[in-house]
């Protein structure tokens, strides 16, 4: 068994490590070590920290503490697990969401427990450590663990105020694309609407500050209703005349955009046969679609 005194300690003193240092010792846990690649940057997260130490080197750190979250950058996380002499009985856990806990086989094969504690949440565009805390409350945690550590890292998600689930191997790709596609291609889609905005003669600023309202709103609608109750449009209405209309004038002013507003058509169906739209109507939207998109 770990217990919440177990000392912890973090190598990569970037944006998450930061956060969940200061998290957990909010918590009640004893965060006592930091190291990076740069020692500045271990030094400015141990003086966040109480009782936390800046280490010189990873090897130090982990010569002195229980459990090692290793929150390098993805590319480093193997990189670091395989420079590093772990002992046995000791916990290491990176906290990437794509790659299984097989990327420290180096600390496995020296008897370390080795353990993955990815939190489903964007830290991006944050200042300080304090957002990133804030930001850790009601997330999701994918958790792996040999043995107890999965029972600790559980804990810790609970701790956080999240909670936690087990994601297969296999399903890990799956599991990271739908963040993407939450976060990173979410973006991508107001960047795309955007676009439209641009091509009626605003700026893209201008744009942003009309669509940013709309899709927080609908994010909360989401939250609040859940997907189906959320969804809204012309899809979901089974207006196939509002679609001709959007379809051509996509047709004739952007059609490197008619593809992306096809597959989102295509999308919306299923949460419009939810919403009620009949197979006629459906029917009827696919044809519409499938014919702008072969036109397009
Ligand atoms: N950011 C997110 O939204 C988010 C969300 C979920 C999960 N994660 C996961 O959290 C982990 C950390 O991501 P992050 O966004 O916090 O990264 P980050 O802000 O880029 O910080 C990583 C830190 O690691 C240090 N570093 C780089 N190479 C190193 C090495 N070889 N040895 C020791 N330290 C090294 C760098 O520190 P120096 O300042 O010393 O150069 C850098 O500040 C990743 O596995 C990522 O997938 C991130």
């Known amino acids: 068994m770990i217990g919440r005194d177990a000392s912890v300690g973090f190598i990569g003193a970037g944006v998450l490590g930061n956060g969940l240092a200061l998290a957990l010792s909010q918590r009640g846990y004893r965060v006592v070590g930091a190291s990076s690649r740069r020692l500045d940057s271990a030094r400015a997260l141990a003086d966040r920290v109480p009782g936390c130490h800046a280490f010189d080197t990873g090897q130090i750190l982990a010569d002195a503490v229980e459990v090692v979250f290793i929150t390098t950058p993805d590319s480093a996380i193997a ?3 395989g420079s ?3 002992r046995p009985g000791q916990s290491v ?7 299984s806990i097989d990327i420290l086989a180096p600390a496995e094969s020296m008897g370390a427990r080795t353990g993955a504690f990815h939190p489903f949440q964007t830290f991006a565009g944050l200042d300080t450590p304090e957002e ?3 930001r850790l409350a009601g997330v999701t945690f994918a958790v792996h663990g040999a043995d107890f550590l999965a029972d600790y890292l559980t804990r810790l998600a609970e701790d956080l105020g999240g909670r936690s689930i087990t994601i297969a191997d296999r399903d890990r790709p799956l599991y990271h694309a739908s963040a993407v596609m939450a ?3 979410l973006v991508a889609l107001l960047r795309a609407a955007a676009e439209l905005w641009e091509e009626i003669g605003f700026t893209s600023d201008e744009a942003v500050q009309a669509l940013y ?3 927080r709103a609908t994010l909360e609608n989401v939250g609040r209703s859940g997907l189906v109750g959320a969804s809204t449009g012309p899809v979901v209405r089974g207006d196939t005349e509002t679609l001709h209309g959007h379809l051509e004038a996509l047709f004739r002013r952007l059609p490197e955009l008619m593809p992306l507003y096809a597959d989102l058509v295509r999308a919306s169906l299923p949460l419009g046969a939810r919403r009620g739209v009949g197979p006629d109507g459906l029917l009827a939207i696919e044809e519409l679609v499938d014919h702008y998109s072969g036109v397009g």
Not at 93 to 99: D, P, Q, W
């Open 79 to 81: 990189e670091v697990a």
């Open 84 to 86: 590093i002499h772990w």
């Open 93 to 99: 856990v990176h906290c990437c969401g794509a790659a």
């Open 132 to 134: 990133a805390v804030g």
């Open 183 to 185: 976060c990173g291609y």
């Open 213 to 215: 309202p709309l899709a």
